[in-house]
């Protein structure tokens, strides 16, 4: 005869420490994050014990959800602008891929769908990969993500013409100076934040928006490239490594230095160099730019978002409405 086990779960605002340790996002990330307070996210966790032994832990957020989200800027979103609801969401609002960090089973969701069903009307599941067991929620496309795995040397596997093309457009921003940190200097944390500005406005969906803390609490978690035209910082890139694997999370820039400089696109291959330098064979390069990053050799990795509202008929309505809830057509270009 089998004993019987006993599930147990719990709400905690911090990070656990050994939380995604084999992760570049990993607690480091989730800390400082929180540590930011971006406006409109609250950030905690679900631990899930089996008879008193951790098995699995979920981070969530909880935010008012507009239904327009993923919509592209026009009548249409601006429209539906004012239809929200208060969304608790397994996964996090700044990465791309959703993570429970240890066993996903049906009766592990399950009880996590009964904790976040008491926190908010809409529930969901954002960027997870696999197929997850959830009866009742409607699936919709999430964004791809551009991932690189790196067999040998890089360069031997691109054929001639872009061989050709990225020489000429490293040449083109041969002029450019490049500064790399491994802690940011704290003077340069206000023209790094208004640089992802930029970067932030030129984006067809907004989700949420860092704050200059987040830099601040990222100035020694992170490597940063800075590139200056003279004295004049146009551009960075902020990456996290860990072993053998990489992710290009934020950028910004001056975009009337782009065009001249192919700035956008030197910046991520001079990255994709650093990291493999590092020994990173399968770098992230983040969901968005998919016509530059398959020209660099990039798979998309396909992602889903899963929702559930507590009233079946906006559940339902929500299953015919899907495609409100996907990435448009200038989203994947």
Same mark, same amino acid.
């Given at each position: 005869? *089998?004993?019987? *086990?006993?599930?147990?779960?719990?709400?905690?605002?911090?990070?656990? $420490?050994?939380?995604? *340790?084999?992760?570049?996002?990993?607690?480091?990330?989730?800390?400082?994050?929180?540590?930011?307070?971006?406006?409109?996210?609250?950030?905690?966790?679900?631990?899930?014990?089996?008879?008193?032994?951790?098995?699995?832990?979920?981070?969530?957020?909880?935010?008012?959800?507009?239904?327009?989200?993923?919509?592209?800027?026009?009548?249409?979103?601006?429209?539906?602008?004012?239809?929200?609801?208060?969304?608790?969401?397994?996964?996090?609002?700044?990465?791309?891929?959703?993570?429970?960090?240890?066993?996903?089973?049906?009766?592990?969701?399950?009880?996590?769908?009964?904790?976040?069903?008491?926190?908010?009307? /809409?529930?969901?599941?954002?960027?997870?990969?696999?197929?997850?067991?959830?009866?009742?929620? @409607?699936?919709?496309?999430?964004?791809?993500?551009?991932?690189?795995?790196?067999?040998?040397?890089?360069?031997?596997?691109?054929?001639?013409?872009?061989?050709?093309?990225?020489?000429?457009?490293?040449?083109?921003?041969?002029?450019?100076?490049?500064?790399?940190?491994?802690? /940011?200097?704290?003077?340069?944390?206000?023209? @790094?934040?208004?640089?992802?500005?930029?970067?932030?406005?030129?984006?067809? @969906?907004?989700?949420? *928006?860092?704050?200059?803390?987040?830099?601040?609490?990222?100035?020694?978690?992170?490597?940063?490239?800075?590139?200056?035209?003279?004295?004049?910082?146009?551009?960075?890139?902020?990456?996290?490594?860990?072993? $053998?694997?990489?992710?290009?999370?934020?950028?910004?820039?001056?975009?009337?230095? $782009?065009?001249?400089?192919?700035?956008?696109?030197?910046?991520?291959?001079?990255?994709?160099?650093?990291?493999?330098?590092?020994?990173?064979?399968?770098?992230?390069?983040?969901?968005?730019?998919?016509?530059?990053?398959?020209?660099?050799?990039?798979?998309?990795?396909?992602?889903?978002?899963?929702?559930?509202?507590?009233?079946?008929? @906006?559940?339902?309505?929500?299953?015919?409405?899907?495609?409100?809830?996907?990435?448009?057509?200038?989203?994947?270009?």
């Amino acid at each position: 005869m *089998t004993a019987s *086990t006993s599930l147990s779960i719990e709400d905690v605002s911090g990070t656990p $420490n050994d939380f995604l *340790t084999d992760e570049p996002e990993g607690s480091s990330f989730y800390r400082a994050f929180q540590a930011a307070h971006i406006s409109g996210f609250t950030c905690r966790y679900l631990v899930v014990s089996r008879d008193g032994i951790r098995v699995a832990v979920a981070p969530y957020f909880l935010h008012d959800f507009s239904i327009a989200t993923m919509l592209p800027d026009g009548w249409v979103k601006n429209c539906l602008s004012w239809v929200k609801f208060r969304l608790a969401c397994v996964g996090h609002p700044s990465t791309d891929f959703g993570h429970i960090d240890g066993e996903i089973s049906t009766e592990i969701l399950a009880l996590i769908n009964a904790k976040l069903r008491d926190m908010a009307p /809409l529930q969901a599941y954002k960027g997870f990969v696999d197929d997850l067991l959830l009866p009742g929620f @409607v699936r919709v496309r999430g964004l791809p993500v551009c991932m690189l795995d790196v067999q040998g040397d890089y360069y031997s596997g691109l054929d001639r013409r872009r061989r050709k093309d990225f020489r000429k457009k490293l040449q083109a921003a041969s002029t450019l100076r490049v500064e790399k940190y491994s802690t /940011l200097p704290e003077h340069l944390l206000p023209q @790094v934040y208004q640089l992802y500005l930029n970067t932030m406005t030129q984006a067809p @969906v907004h989700f949420e *928006t860092l704050t200059l803390d987040y830099f601040k609490e990222m100035a020694e978690l992170g490597k940063f490239h800075l590139y200056y035209e003279g004295e004049r910082l146009i551009g960075f890139l902020q990456m996290l490594i860990l072993g $053998n694997k990489a992710n290009l999370k934020y950028m910004g820039m001056d975009y009337q230095r $782009n065009r001249p400089y192919f700035l956008y696109f030197v910046m991520c291959l001079r990255a994709l160099e650093a990291c493999i330098h590092a020994g990173c064979t399968r770098i992230e390069l983040g969901a968005s730019s998919y016509q530059v990053k398959r020209a660099m050799g990039c798979e998309l990795i396909e992602t889903s978002v899963y929702y559930r509202h507590n009233n079946p008929l @906006v559940n339902w309505l929500l299953g015919k409405l899907k495609f409100l809830l996907e990435p448009s057509v200038d989203e994947l270009r």
